[in-house]
T-cell receptor, first 115, second 112 residues
Framework: KAGVTQTPRYLIKTRGQQVTLSCSPISGHRSVSWYQQTPGQGLQFLFEYFSETQRNKGNFPGRFSGRQFSNSRSEMNVSTLELGDSALYLC??????????????FGSGTQLSVL | SQQGEEDPQALSIQEGENATMNCSYKTSINNLQWYRQNSGRGLVHLILIRSNEREKHSGRLRVTLDTSKKSSSLLITASRAADTASYFC????????????FGAGTRLAVHP
């Protein structure tokens, strides 16, 4: 099976712009989670989607949003970018059932730089 | 805020030595997981231990869990240069739905 695919790998934006990141989960995985990783705050949970529904959300401002499509692919959007949004954004999928339902399978991430 | 605190923050050892990393957390958990991250890439799941388990092994990995102290340790035996990475503990806390709370991580450097 192919792993979790995130695109693009690198992204450079300027303050005030918006950005959309994409994630394709492992085939058969219906849960997709997003995490932000920064040197200062570490890994922080953004949100989780299952069957196109957001089931949980972290403590991020409303500028951070996401969605999941019927094929389980997910996108996250950040509007009105700020310098502090520079981070590695990681997507993870989970089978949600079976022996591995609690494990997260991560993509390689999108490195976003806001100038 | 992060649930877990890990120590040490950085660890440097020689190949063949054992590496021990510790993790503490704050709230009750259903399980605790350890992940590895190479050079800012994605995380790779290593091992999961449930709250009713005290010890678990997987290859050269040994994980212990002490729920009374809200702490866990990860032991890597006979370390190799390829083990050089950052290691994170993650707890499910009370958020559920794959909302893992990660520790700050331990950077392990294994020198040939």
């Amino acid at each position: 099976k192919a792993g979790v695919t995130q695109t693009p790998r690198y992204l450079i934006k300027t303050r005030g712009q918006q950005v959309t990141l994409s994630c394709s989960p492992i085939s058969g995985h219906r849960s997709v989670s997003w995490y932000q990783q920064t040197p200062g705050q570490g890994l922080q949970f953004l949100f989780e989607y299952f069957s196109e529904t957001q089931r949980n959300k972290g403590n991020f401002p409303g500028r951070f949003s996401g969605r999941q499509f019927s094929n389980s692919r997910s996108e996250m959007n950040v509007s009105t970018l700020e310098l502090g949004d520079s981070a590695l954004y990681l997507c993870a999928s989970s089978p949600s059932t079976g022996s591995e339902y609690e494990k997260l399978f991560f993509g390689s991430g999108t490195q976003l730089s806001v100038l | 805020s992060q649930q877990g605190e890990e120590d040490p923050q950085a660890l440097s050892i020689q190949e063949g030595e054992n590496a021990t990393m510790n993790c503490s957390y704050k709230t009750s958990i259903n399980n605790l997981q350890w992940y590895r991250q190479n050079s800012g890439r994605g995380l790779v799941h290593l091992i999961l231990i449930r709250s009713n388990e005290r010890e678990k092994h997987s290859g050269r990995l040994r994980v212990t869990l002490d729920t009374s102290k809200k702490s866990s340790s990860l032991l890597i035996t006979a370390s190799r240069a390829a083990d050089t990475a950052s290691y994170f503990c993650a707890t499910d806390g009370s958020g559920g739905y794959n909302k893992l709370i990660f520790g700050a991580g331990t950077r392990l450097a294994v020198h040939p």
